[in-house]
């Protein structure tokens, strides 16, 4: 057998690091054995991180990779086949020395979130590869990756894979659920509508919501044009003002919205997610489920950064407006803007955009 010279893998020694190169990919031979990966926060944040996971495990698939996160994180990562073990987060400084043995445990962190305190205990708990952002909340770190504010998540996330010498070859978000999650929603959906579309319109960031009056023509152009089944996602909260809507309608809508806030688990409601037809919704966690399963969506956005936060997948679409003073959201120098009410942004995005795109999507005859 005749090998190119140029496949040849091509080994490094740089102080006690080994990095042999075959192909494209990259294979750390140094003290990469028990690796703890540190993502905290949104299910948008977990979702992202799907991608540094799978090639991560794809480059060292002998190695254990555990995972320290919030319990709002375990339903989207319950099914994750590329990481061991979850670690939960319990609160910080009251239970250091508990975090110190634990980190005591792996001879490598990645901080996917910038925390002083888990990079301070990773320096004290003597872990030899601290990974982290360039960031001041970030200490002790032994290799940084800049993180810049005109650059998607997951590819800072992956930039933390390259200067560790792991070359990514995908940067798409993925989600795994559960079969029997799986038949429960196909079961529950058999004797419904022939298509299904789930609705998230509201945000903890008022900022983020779009007009009730607006929503109502879209509901009603759904079931009434399209005969769509149309489902309401959010947490129990959100059901009052779900309940606002539906008040509004008459009797003539063809098939009554389903209220399922607060009624599913999100390992639940991402089978739930997979079986629908189209997703629709402003900037949250459901959009991000729907673009990592696949499914076609509509996003309706005003004040978050897409250039940071958009949802990674080709059967997204987002409807925008670009003001001088987008995006705000999250923004230093910009968060009072339209604090508390829908932002002017949101606002200017009009059903007459929203419907045409459902025509699109569900092949409406015009």
């Known amino acids: 057998m005749t090998i190119n010279k140029y496949l040849l893998p091509k080994i490094l020694i740089q102080k006690f690091t080994i990095v042999v190169y075959i192909g494209n990919r990259c294979y750390n031979s140094f003290m990469m054995n028990n690796i703890l990966v540190i993502r905290y926060g949104t299910i948008g944040d977990t979702i992202f991180a799907s991608a540094f996971y799978r090639e991560l495990r794809k480059a060292l698939p002998s190695a254990r990779i555990d995972i320290l996160v919030e319990k709002i994180s375990y339903g989207v990562m319950e099914f994750c086949p590329y ?18 043995n634990l980190f005591k445990n792996y001879d490598t962190v990645y901080f996917l979130k910038n925390d002083s305190f888990f990079s301070l205990t990773a320096f004290l708990a003597g872990v030899k590869n601290r990974i982290g952002f360039d960031v001041r909340r970030n200490k002790f770190l032994t290799m940084k990756s800049p993180y810049k504010n005109d650059k998607h998540e997951i590819d800072c996330y992956l930039d933390l894979l390259k200067i560790s010498n792991i070359q990514p070859i995908s940067d798409n978000t993925e989600l795994w659920t559960d079969k029997n999650n799986d038949l429960k929603v ?23 919501n779009w007009i009730d009056d607006y929503w109502k023509k879209v509901i009603t152009f759904l079931v009434n044009e399209c005969n769509c089944q149309v489902y309401y996602a959010g947490g129990e909260k959100d059901c009052e003002f779900y309940n606002k809507i539906n008040e509004t309608f008459s009797d003539e809508m063809k098939i009554p919205p389903e209220n399922l806030c607060g009624k599913f688990s999100i390992s639940e409601t991402m089978s739930f997610v997979k079986n629908m037809d189209l997703v629709i919704g402003i900037d949250s966690g459901i959009i991000h489920m729907a673009a990592a399963l696949d499914i076609p969506s509509i996003l309706l956005n005003g004040p978050t950064s897409l250039v940071r936060w958009k949802p990674r997948s080709s059967k997204c679409h987002v409807i925008t407006k670009n003001f001088p003073c987008s995006p705000c959201l999250l923004e230093s120098g ?19 955009e929203v419907i045409a795109a459902i025509k699109d999507i569900l092949q409406v005859k015009k």
């Open 83 to 100: 990481i061991n073990n979850v670690h939960f987060i319990n609160g910080k400084y009251k239970n250091i020395l508990s975090y110190i």
């Open 186 to 208: 196909k079961t529950c959906l058999n004797n419904k509508a022939a298509k299904h579309v789930l609705i998230q319109a509201y945000s903890r960031f008022a900022q983020k």
């Open 334 to 352: 910009k968060k009072e803007l339209c604090k508390g009410m829908a932002s002017k942004c949101m606002e200017a995005i009009t059903d007459a």
